[in-house]
């Protein structure tokens, strides 16, 4: 492992929520003010306009944010098998991992919130680089008595964790993780640079903010579609606004603030009440609203303050700029697919597939290349950000091009395994979007 060593390796604060819309934010142009510490952040850092997800659902994103590399070179990678406890599904403790990689070379680190790549005890976030953990293994889980339940007929199954051991606490989620990450800033920053990753459920279903908990005693159903509406989902986004302002504050309070390099992104495009507009699409499509989402960077010493880039950014970049910035080279033996933000730009094509629906996808410069269900798309995103022109017999040849390119892709990957699917909540989903 070569390290540079320098006098102060930057801290690095990665905040992660769940199935936020690319508009739903005021500084993406959002029409709520839900996100007033965020929009603060942007102000003060880097917005990026072309920041994508490598997924449209969740495990698969993080599966890539975790080891800077398509989701596709691991099983555990495909449409989001992490719905069942396996040996064979999840994240191997072998693979370097952002976590791993900082670790080795001296940072402090610590998960917080959502894991989502498999399960103990084969899989963990203290097997994979962290030496905390306090949050939920799984996809989801209510925010106020921390399990999942799918319906009258199964259980109710209690999910969260410190490190290895099964706890209960008493509080809403949103709250308790803030709670967690304030802590951990507080006690490490002094010692040794962190890498602390916040990863939030909010504002995934169930639909509950603060003040509802007497919704969480009423529903049977985490994935519940008779509830929930836009005030509650951005008063959600507003509860977790709150407590990334905590965060910023307690680098404020211990010194470490200019020298921290803080990032917020969502793991996927929106849900049923997020506004991803002008985009079109959502959670599961790989239409512009289901991968394209907020891209923040806060970083004082480095990054000036008000700045925007349309630069094509992706989930998997962070591991190699983290890794950049501190110095340290990634494991050779697992070379990174994903590259240093702040490096010298160079043109690059980003690619998606998912076997729901069969849809695939490609982007290089302002063109897009799609298909859903056999049917092929080819869009000028610079003029078409909502995808409306099919721009495929216009533009021939460049279609052809990057259709090539994208096949040419799909062949250095690993096949989409026959048992890849959707968790099991899928269906409910797909019913409440179809009915909206």
Known sequence: MAEVTNRARPNFVFILADDLGYADLGCYGGREDCSPNLDRMAAEGLLFTNGYANSSVCSPSRFAIATGRYQHRLR????????????????????????????????????????????????????????????FMGGGVDYFWHGVQYGS??????????????????????DLLTDRAVDFVRRRSTEKPILLSLHYNAPHWPWETRDDKAEAERIDNVAHVDGGSVKTYT???????????????ALEEGGVSDNSLVVFTSDNGGERFSDTYP??????????????????????????????????????????????AAGVSPDSDYPLDGVDIFGAEVGRSLYWRMKFRNQKAARSGDW?????????????????????????????????????????????????????????????????????
Request: net charge negative; charged share 25%.
């Open 153 to 174: 007929t199964t259980p109710r199954v209690h999910d969260l964790w410190e490190g290895e051991e099964e706890v209960h606490r008493d509080g809403y989620l949103t």
């Open 235 to 249: 008063t959600m986004i507003r509860q977790m606004d709150e407590g990334i302002g905590r965060v910023l504050a």
């Open 76 to 135: 555990g990678g495909m449409d989001e098998p992490i719905g069942s406890a396996s040996p064979q599904l999840g994240l191997p403790p072998e693979h370097p991992t952002m976590a791993s990689v900082l670790r080795g070379a001296g940072y402090a680190t610590a998960l917080v919130g959502k894991w989502h790549m498999g399960a103990l005890p084969w899989f963990g976030p203290l097997k994979s680089g962290f030496e905390e953990f306090f949050g």
């Open 368 to 436: 897009k290349y799609l298909s859903v269900d056999g049917n092929e798309f080819f869009y000028d995103l610079a003029r078409d950000p909502r995808e409306r022109a099919n721009m495929r017999y216009r533009e021939p040849e460049k279609y052809a091009e990057l259709r090539e390119a994208y096949l040419e892709w799909d062949r250095s990957m690993l096949p989409i395994a026959e048992d890849a699917m959707h968790h099991h909540v899928y269906a409910e989903e797909t019913m409440a979007r179809s009915s909206g």
């Open 279 to 324: 985009l079109m699409g959502k959670k599961y499509d790989l239409l512009e609203g289901g991968i394209r989402v907020p891209y923040i960077v806060r970083w004082p010493e480095r990054v000036a303050a008000g700045t925007t880039s349309d630069r094509l950014v992706m989930g998997m970049d962070w591991m190699p700029t983290f890794l950049s």
